[in-house]
């Protein structure tokens, strides 16, 4: 497949071996390789274009800003928004996560009000709002998974209440990797009246958003995952949250005047950014959207496909293999599998595999409740990206066949 040879090519990562075997790296829900094109942008910026943006009038700083501007209007595009203005540039989706959960807390959140969220997120989605319900003297409620791993979204009816003041939920569960129905439950919850929070960290991956469609109220992700430089991340919220959410940090660029007395602060999104940015990591998101537009379509969407339906059918045939989240129909899947195998330790397997060259991630995936949900002490999660191929599919099967053929 020429396409795909291209498209490998330009990871260069793909060409590492470890242990002398060829790297098959399955460990993309943590963090995805990184496209020249990327390294390329983070490197120009670092060695021509490096200047502090939205500050001095000097060329290379005119330059810096209208790149780092230039990001912001590509990520609008890229998931829809109505205007680039409702684009804040974070550390991370963990930091755009922290910054919803204090500014809206601080404005709409009072002792006895209710924060309803997935029982399938990832800490980085839970964790601020317990520590925002604990600070208030708010109620974490929470909307159960089923055996397969499906949101019970049946219950929504009864969880949301004129006191729910946020619902927060991941597109795609980081453990599960299924697509939750989204528009529904925004849907439902809009009609109680309860604006929605979603946690895009893998969505973005696997997929395109348009978040006017999903008219969800918030959006977050991290670039790192969608092929971006580390240390960027992203909020998008419907400009009436971020007029009237408060400032999260203060400091410099957030600020439209400052006196001893007091400051009043800039225009959204800059009141939400203050102090110096990323400004090497941001631009980058300007080629990583454009790679997971290229991965996302054509012949290569078509084989990352064929990829997910095979390692699905393969490891529903292993026996002892208990596979959390699943599909009523293969479309509801992204390839991210996450499993354990009766008598085989999922960290054993791990170590096997990764002796075998294939980097897979094991433990708790950052989602505790969910692991005691299904009575788990952790798993072994494979999550694969557009550009793994179905020769590393198959090596990946053939490899954890062995291991647990090597531990039973
Ligand atoms: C669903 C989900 N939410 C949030 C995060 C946190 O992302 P980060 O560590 O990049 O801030 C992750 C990372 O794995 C994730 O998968």
Not at 90 to 116: H, P, Q, Y
Not at 181 to 207: S, Y
Not at 381 to 408: C, G, H
Request: proline share 5%; with cysteine; net charge negative.
């Amino acid at each position: 497949m020429k396409n795909m040879e291209n498209i490998r090519a330009q990871f260069p990562q793909l060409q590492e071996k470890v242990y002398g075997k060829a790297l098959v790296y399955l460990d993309n829900a943590a963090t995805s390789l990184r496209p020249r094109s990327v390294v390329d942008c983070w490197q120009e910026m670092a060695f021509r274009y490096n200047a502090n943006v939205h500050r001095a009038v000097h060329k290379t700083a005119v330059e810096a800003t209208l790149r780092y501007e230039q990001a912001r209007k590509a990520v609008a595009e890229h998931i829809g928004a109505a205007s680039e203005k409702e684009i804040v540039f974070t550390s991370g989706d963990t930091a755009a996560l922290n910054l919803v959960a204090r500014c809206f807390g601080e404005a709409f959140v009072g002792a006895g009000d209710e924060i309803l969220v997935a029982q399938s997120e990832h800490h980085s989605n839970l964790v601020p709002w317990q520590m925002l319900c604990a600070q208030k003297g708010a109620v974490l409620r929470c909307l159960p998974v089923d055996e397969n791993g499906r949101l019970q979204t049946e219950l929504l009816p009864q969880l949301l209440s004129a006191r729910t003041k946020l619902l927060c939920v991941a597109d795609v569960s980081n453990v599960l990797g299924l697509r939750n129905p989204v528009q529904e439950i925004v849907r439902t919850a809009h009609e109680k009246g309860c604006p929605v929070l979603v946690d895009g960290a893998q969505g973005i991956v696997h997929g395109s958003i348009d978040v006017q469609a999903l008219d969800c109220d918030f959006y977050t992700f991290s670039g790192h995952k969608v092929y971006a430089a580390p240390g960027t991340g992203v909020l998008y919220a419907k400009r009436k949250w971020l007029e009237a959410m408060p400032p999260f940090m203060g400091g410099g660029e957030m600020i439209e005047s400052v006196a001893w007395k007091g400051a009043t602060y800039a225009a959204p999104p800059y009141k939400f950014e203050a102090g110096t940015p990323n400004i090497a990591g941001v631009p980058t998101l300007v080629p990583a959207l454009e790679m997971a537009q290229t991965l996302g379509a054509g012949e290569i969407a078509l084989q990352a496909d064929a990829v997910r339906d095979f390692v699905l059918e393969a490891l529903r045939e292993i026996p002892g293999l208990r596979l959390f989240g699943v599909p009523s129909e293969k479309t509801e899947k992204v390839p991210i599998f996450s499993f354990t195998v009766e008598g085989a330790h999922h960290e054993d397997l791990a170590l096997l595999l990764d002796k075998m060259g294939v980097a897979v991630r094991s433990g708790q995936m950052c989602a505790e409740p969910l692991m005691t949900r299904f009575g788990v002490t952790g798993m072994l999660r494979a999550s694969f990206a557009p550009y793994n191929t179905m020769q590393e599919a198959e090596y990946f099967v053939a490899s954890l066949k062995k291991a647990i053929d090597m531990l039973r």
